[in-house]
């Protein structure tokens, strides 16, 4: 039913700002920049790695910025209006129904799960995605991070690996969270179980980032004025730090 996770939506309102920051600081690579048929939105999708970016122009006042929704293109030997019926029957609330997207190119719709991330779902049959892709400072997209509940958590399970057809791969637990990684073909998306039940504000939190050297990449991005935080290391022996983009929007890179 679904061919791969196409990409992550980032609402900015300083779309050159961003475009600069995931170009030329993070090294990605620009693989489309579209507008509307009106001329008044703009879309711009960045590859990092295997993973992309849809940089997504803020319309004036718009008060929700940062990492907004997860798409994933269905595949081609059905069709998004299937999708949808399969879905709704299953009980999930659509936010927009199947229509044609505002470039013309395919079509989209827009629904939620137990966790409150807002998903899109596209029909297209181009696969914009480049796969032999270098990057001078990211090795690979790791994973697109959500957190939730102890109560969601399983309801998430059923929803990856009994609707979206990912596998489950057993992740390390760290000290107040537990971790699960879902897997769809070379795409990951990673539940955070967050364990001592405070309120989930963000659930669609961030990506990962994976470097060869936390240390030096840290230091590279504060040669170019970004604010980093420092080294962490955690009870799994993981080394990682992160940092706030343009649209404050929460990336971790992670040692390789």
Known sequence: MIKELNHIGLVTSTMDESKRF????????????????????????????????ELIRASPGARAQGFVHIAYLISHDITLDKVYDYLLAKGYGFTVRPKSTASGDGRLAFFKDSSNVIFELIER?????????????????????????????????????????????IGKDAEDERRHLYKLADDHIQITEILDKKAITRPLHGINLEVESCDKMRTYL??????????????????YF??????????VFSEK
């Open 22 to 53: 995931y170009k030329d600081i993070l090294g990605g690579t620009i693989i489309r920049d579209s507008k509307n048929e009106d001329g008044l939105s703009q879309f711009v999708y960045i590859q990092i790695g295997l993973g992309v970016i």
């Open 125 to 169: 049959r181009e696969d914009i995605r480049i796969r032999d892709l270098t990057n001078p400072h990211i090795t690979a997209f790791k994973h697109i991070g959500i957190h939730t509940t102890s109560e969601i958590a399983l309801k998430c399970d059923r929803f990856y690996t009994g609707d979206m057809g990912f596998m489950k791969i």
């Open 222 to 239: 504060i040669e170019n004025s970004v604010y980093c935080t420092h080294i962490y290391k955690n009870s799994i022996d993981e080394c």
């Open 242 to 251: 992160y940092i706030n983009g343009p649209s404050s929007e929460h990336i």
